[in-house]
């Protein structure tokens, strides 16, 4: 979820028109908050083999774009900040990159060739930055892997290099937003936006805002303490057993956890309609959550080490 609206359904700020707009238009507008997408890569540089580190600093230190600071933490966030910036025109960047970050299949009816549109390669010649609007997460994370994986270690061309700058940024980010589950779901309520949820101790808000941010933020007071603690977790076991899979096997994994823990695990709704969370429903979505942000972490580096 971005902070870039500061909205608060349950306390006295004003709901900006603009946001409410975007908010009502926008199917699974919202992958992890800030802090979510920095933890995951905080846990993947830690893992990163030496080599890569360094392969993936160079690349950035040339970097020229102001949307986000060009250190391997900061550019977690780079897509988001992308796909609302007006700088090729309004909305332009956003219809052309939103449905990138989230593979929504049906509750009831789970396909993901359906989600990811039948996964069409990118037409040739293509670059994956500028590849159709009309494709997932899932493709795009291979697309992008991919073109890493071509970059020569020497002798690159300035475009080359260019392609691979932006296609490292948009893996960073896309590799939480996969792990994010309400963007691998959807109940005709773009992905949770439009389920009105409570739960002790927290302002009400959406079912999806829960899970990009309301459940992260009670792991910890910020990025940098969340991501120490949950790499303290980490075992060898764990590695070795989260590194099995590709980003399609992830997708139904993300899926399986949001119809389970997100959505099957829903109270009856009021006579408004809106759900009362339970303190069970809250503490299991938050360890799930941290689990969640862990396994990007974790398989965001295997990418990298593996493309890089
Ligand atoms: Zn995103």
Known sequence: MRRLFCFDFGGTRKFPLLALLLVLQSPSLWAW???????????AWH????ITRQRVEALL????????????????VWADRYRDSQENGPKVNYHHTHEWHFVDMDLHHPSLDRACHGHPPLPVGTAASSGPASACVVDKIEQFSAELRALPHAGASPSQLAEARLALKFLIHFVGDLHQPLHAIDDRDRGGNEKRVSTPGA????????????FVERLGPNAQSISEHLIHQITPAN??????????????????????QGYDALPAPDERGHYRLSATYRDQATARVALQLEQAGVRLAMLLDHSL
Request: hydrophobic residues 35%; proline residues 6%.
């Open 33 to 43: 908050g800030d802090v979510g997408h920095e933890v995951v890569a905080r846990v």
């Open 47 to 50: 893992f990163l083999t030496p």
């Open 203 to 214: 302002h009400a808000g959406t079912l999806h805002r829960y899970w990009d941010t309301t």
């Open 239 to 260: 590695l070795k057993a989260w590194q099995r899979g590709t980003p399609r096997d992830w997708a139904m994994e993300s899926f399986e956890t949001a119809k389970t």
């Open 61 to 76: 230190a040339g970097d020229t774009d102001t949307l986000t600071p060009h250190d391997p933490i900061s550019v977690a």
